[in-house]
């Protein structure tokens, strides 16, 4: 018993085993309780899609070797504009969400760049000042958003307000345009197969590059930049490369993320969003220096199978509680330090 | 009179993991003597000092065997607080000295003299003040027995080397019972005043009857002050001598002398028509710890050249600097156009490949595959091994198959033992990383390879197949290589000429049949100055 358990934490990690313990704990108390499973099976496939691309952005900027990407923010921020800008435009549709993914690309590149600048000053620092750049962009942008020109009623506050609401409701525009996209029946309810399907296919491109020529110069720089650089290899190049498409992932994950949650939400509302990002792939297996697309979608997966089913059961348990909320805090802040102590104690 | 002795070490045996790298040493330092222990890098010194500490990593390596009498009486030294209780105090290479404090605090570091106060005698002594006057008359005292005339109060921080080493033998000559000294190198980092004024200390030190053991590199400076001599070699102690039967030439024999297995039985007859494929001018590097100051050396094509010399001497910076992995200045050309230095991938372009010495640090992707590792360079730099996705150039796929057939070829041609292309490199013994390494660099078709520490933490079979493969890419493929190494046995059993670098200068090129004096006086860097007096 004791040999089987040191094999599987060998093997998994200690994260992914004891979340997959406890998620398995979960759905035994949630049949018990007589919960509606098909519901809690299609709300995670849900959350799965709508997080998903966020969590797989974490996957160049730890191959580069800049680590887990705390200034995620900075994506979020680009997508964010870009989905303001393609309701300005007044598309609805698909037509809009394809525009707001094709205009937070640019932005995104250009913020990527200048991230990947200042990373590239303080090597070895990169997660806290990461971190720290994505605090500072959210309260920049809660500026911004006050007092960037938009004029679509549906934005701005109501009655002859100046800036955008807080929310902003997608619900004519690109509302669960993928979630809806050939949705599969099961039982009663109906499954999000364009959302996963488009996280598949951000998962395979992402997979196909890992084994360009970029992709093998970036693993490269990360791994050992030394080795890198006796190579030939422009270290910094690779990792402003890593970083810059980790922001164009963080933009065009927060749309995906928004027309299935259905608002865009400004503010202060992308303040910690990194955080579960990172303790997604982090549960999945990866650390701050190696990360596989098979920890994006394992992690995705077990992280928010945890949270959507966690939130019912124990809210059936202890009612008048929201401790659930507080289990989803524990387990990703939890799982983040777990990640953190393990940087460069392994060698 | 017979001085007595203050310490005998008689047949002290130490090895580390089977490894055996003390065999049997015996070394007796009399009262009042300067006795210097000379002898190459790796030849046991440091395992034999760390004996004398009683430092922990003899211990929980097992410990060693044989007796150690210290004045008198047979002693166990299980830590460096046993060590200093006895009375032997260390000077040390790299200075132990708290920049921010004051001489005085840093000589009487630990050891503070202290008084009571009125608050000390109700509280307890932990409470007690310091007694400034009594710590800096005692520091003066120190310092005046070292002929150093300086403020005792000054901080420590921006002062010159020479007056940080002074400090740190004053701290030991504070000490009361200190009875032996051991000084490691104290001279590597002095200007030739300073290591003068060193030296004339040492005298005034032991004239107080304190004994000095002296370890250095420097043969004339083991002239001038030591009383008797010990070498060591691989863990032998080969020779003893006192200063009156001692010359530089018979201590640098003792020092380098070995027998040398010649692998390549002829040696490349001179007036062999060769041209230079590589001329390097000038050649300055910044490389920390092998600083290379102005070489100048030529390079025959087709030949096997070694660079020798201490550790610490600059041998390691010349492939590192003309491979861009240091910064370098100066002129190098191969085929007689010059070479953008400072740049690895305009090196590998024009044909030179690098082997590192730091094979797990620089050489190697660790957690990734042989075949990848072998591939790496090539696909990045001359764009092999790689395919268009779906026919679209630009999007540069690498090339699974290509990649797989060559590591293959590669792993059967140089025998590289794993479970197979796919194995990650850090689980290869040293011999197969080393191969992987060579494997990386022929991929790139190198017209000149740089091998660096080709056999270092290898075991002897391995390093046998390492030099083979070495002769073989030489004589088969006529691939010029310009090896560097530690171990001049090895630079002789293969190499055509071997290069000595001392103090990041050329000191001279040698035949590998050349004399043992002669290495030895290169090694030490008084090769010059002796040939003159010969002459």
Known sequence: ??????????????????????????????????????????????RIGMNGILVLAMVPSIMSGTGLNFGLSLGIMAGLLAGCISIELDLTGMTAFAVAVLISIPISIVVGWLYGWLLNRVKGDEMTVGTYLGFSIVSFMSIGWLLIPFKSPEMIWAIGGKGLRTTIALTDRYAKILDEFMAMPFFDVMLPTGALLFFALCCYLMWLFTRSKTGVAMMAAGDNPKFASSCGINVDRQRTIGTIISTVLGGIGILVYAQSFGFLQLYQAPLMMPFGAIAAILIGGATAKSAKISHVISGTI?????LTISLPVINQMMPESNLSEIVRIIVSNGVILYALTKVGGND | MEARNILQMTNIEKDYFGNKVLKGINLNVKAGEIHALVGENGAGKSTLMNIIFGMPVIHSTGGFSGEVIFDGEKVEIKSPNDAMKFGIGMVHQEFMLLPGFTITENIKLNREIT???PISRILG?????LDIDKMRSDSKKALDTLGMNIDDWLPVAGMPVGYMQFIEIAREIDKEN????????????LTESEADKLLDAMKTITARGISILFITHRLDEVMAVADSITVMRDGEQVDFMTNAEATVEKIAQAMVGRKVDRIVKTVKDENEQHDIILSIKNLKVDMPGEKVNGIDLEIKRGEIIGIGGLAGQGKIGIANGIMGLHNAIGEVYKNGELLELNNPKKAYERKLAFVSEDRRGVGLLLDTSIETNIAITSMQLQGKFLKPLLGIKGLEMKDEKGIRQWALGMIKDLDIRCVGPTQFTRRLSGGNQQKVCIARALTMEPDILFVSEPTRGIDIGAKKLVLDLLIKLNKEFGMTIIMTSSELGELRSICDRIAIVYGGKLEGILDPTDSDVNFGLMMAGE?????????
């Open chain 1, 1 to 46: 018993m004791k040999s089987l358990w040191k094999k599987l934490i060998e093997k998994y990690g200690f994260p992914k085993v004891s979340i997959v313990i406890f998620l398995i704990a979960l759905c035994m108390t949630a049949v018990m309780q007589n919960q509606h499973m098909p519901g809690l099976f299609k709300d995670s496939l849900v």
């Open chain 1, 302 to 306: 077990l992280f928010q199978a945890l």
């Open chain 2, 115 to 117: 008084k009571h106060n």
């Open chain 2, 125 to 129: 002594p932990a409470l007690k003040s």
């Open chain 2, 178 to 189: 200190i009875k032996l000294l051991v000084f490691d190198e104290p001279t590597a980092v």
């Open chain 2, 527 to 535: 090769y010059s100055a002796h040939k003159k007096e010969v002459i």
